[in-house]
């Protein structure tokens, strides 16, 4: 654990900073960028097991810090007699779940991405996020009951990855400047030169 | 899998099962410091969505403006003479109050609030105000808006709130359908995205008379909202063998949501 491990973990909190300044498009269904979820994508998929479980932990914590309707005391709820449908809600936490699971999935793409073939992380990121979305909605289905899956949710799920995939290379870009800037070494050997002179 | 790895999936797994079993309270503390420390933030990048929106309107909606002005213009010569007929009306109901004695009802205390943050999640109808505690605004207080309900404050902060709105299917109200004795649960409804928001109404009787365009008010039952607040029309119902289902469109307009207003305190709230 090093300081490029400490840069990934204040650029996670300052994408949650920056998620705040995130527009809503409301042409495009209400899709948005998701810059904490797209931050963690990208810094996964530099970083060994380990820094990618202790990423999504502090990722998905605040994730949900932000998201996740917690179930007012029971004062606040109403008088039972009336309300008497208790919809229940995704818990505090299931974040951090999916967040490895994605950063799973991304590291399952590291030896693409150590042959520099960053830009197929970056479509695959995409991916990830339209499986994370899909995911999140299908949980929320099955514990709130009646899954709805319709045209615009489905448009929403994938303008919402769309927009996020768009930003990829500028998150690229960034970890590469802050690999740079605390001396830690992506494996990015698309453009070494071997011995012969010409790229591997 | 190598042992360093191991170690930090194991501790993973501790640290999500700790998580996991935090007590409702301290998830709501720990989501009152994040709005707490968030909130500058959030009032920063709502002024930046308010300017580029407010920018590209006018941009795009300029000459519109103009004609808009031009038929308010009109209107309001209009209502100012329907005004005058409406005041001879209030006067004379409030004579006719008196006579027949009625209990004139306890005004709701409000709290004006500018919605700074339309949905910041994904898939939970919430928006951000800029009132909190500072301003006597807790957990669970009605919020309303021009045309109607609104919804309800979920977290507080000092100077923010984030409140569920009525299209979620989280925000419950005991609602009554105007004109019928069919009262019954109404909440948002999901999966509905760059489309009006619909709302569902349930536990109707099966075979209710319920028409399209009939009013649904709260009925205050329950001790969560106050009574007699518009909620929105019904659009469609389907009666079935168990319960009828109704389909109702909010009164307020979510979309245009700029200002809304808190019931900060609750002055002998009528039940039912």
């Given at each position: ?12 909190i ?112 995409g ?73 591997e | 899998?190598k042992?360093?790895n ?37 009032r920063?990048?709502?002024s930046?969505e ?15 403006l ?8 009109g209107?309001?010569?209009?209502l ?131 028409l ?20 929105g ?33 609750k002055?002998?709230e009528?039940?039912g």
């Amino acid at each position: 654990m090093g300081w490029y491990h400490l840069s990934l973990v204040l650029l996670l909190i300052t994408a949650s900073v920056l998620q705040q300044f995130s527009p809503l498009f409301e042409p495009l269904y209400e899709g948005r960028v998701l810059i904490v979820p797209l931050a963690f994508l990208c810094a996964a998929v530099t970083v060994n097991t380990g820094p990618m479980l202790l990423l999504a932990f502090i990722g998905g914590f605040l994730w949900d810090a932000q998201h996740v309707i917690t179930p007012l005391p029971e004062s606040l709820s109403g008088n039972p007699e009336v309300y008497t449908d208790t919809t229940g809600d995704l818990k505090f936490g299931y974040s951090i779940i999916l967040y490895a699971l994605m950063g799973f999935f991304m590291q399952g793409l590291q030896p693409l991405f150590r042959e520099g073939k960053w830009h197929i992380s970056a479509v695959l990121s995409g991916v990830a996020i339209f499986l994370y979305l899909s995911a999140e909605y299908l949980l929320i289905s099955f514990v709130r009951g009646d899954p709805m899956i319709t045209r615009s949710l489905v448009l929403k799920i994938g303008f919402t990855s769309l927009l996020t995939m768009m930003l990829c290379p500028v998150m690229f870009w960034t970890l590469y400047r802050l690999a740079g800037l605390f001396h830690h070494t992506i494996s990015y050997e698309g453009l070494k030169i071997d011995r012969r002179g010409l790229p591997e | 899998m190598k042992p360093i790895n191991f170690i930090a999936l194991v501790l993973f797994i501790c640290g999500v099962v700790w998580v996991l079993t935090l007590s409702e309270g301290t998830v709501r503390n720990i989501q009152h410091a994040y709005y707490g420390t968030i909130s500058p933030f959030v009032r920063g990048g709502s002024s930046l969505e308010t300017t580029a929106r407010d920018f590209l309107r006018e941009i795009e909606h300029s000459e519109d403006l103009e004609n808009q002005l031009r038929a308010i213009q009109g209107e309001y010569i209009k209502l100012r003479s329907i005004e005058g007929r409406l005041r001879e009306l209030e006067t004379e109901n409030n004579e006719l109050r008196r006579a027949l004695n009625f209990q004139e009802k306890q005004r709701l205390n409000v709290v004006a609030a500018r919605v700074i943050k339309r949905q910041p999640a994904t898939w939970w109808e919430t928006a951000i105000i800029d009132k909190g505690q500072d301003d006597s605004i807790g957990a669970g207080v009605p919020v309303i808006a021009p045309g109607g309900l609104a919804g309800k404050v979920d977290v507080a902060s000092e100077d923010t709130c984030s409140m569920i709105l009525l299209t979620d299917e989280r925000c419950q109200v005991s609602v009554q359908v105007v004109g019928t004795p069919e009262v019954g649960i109404l909440h948002g409804m999901r999966g509905r995205y760059g489309e009006e928001p619909r709302l569902i109404l349930r536990h109707l009787s099966r075979e209710a008379a319920i028409l399209p365009g009939m009013k649904v008010i709260t009925t205050g039952k329950g001790g969560l909202f106050p009574s007699n607040l518009l909620v929105g029309t019904v659009k469609e119902y389907t009666p079935g063998p168990v319960e009828g289902v109704a389909l109702v469109k909010p009164s307020v307009n979510f979309d245009e949501l700029g200002v809304v207003f808190v019931i900060a305190h609750k002055n002998g709230e009528e039940e039912g």
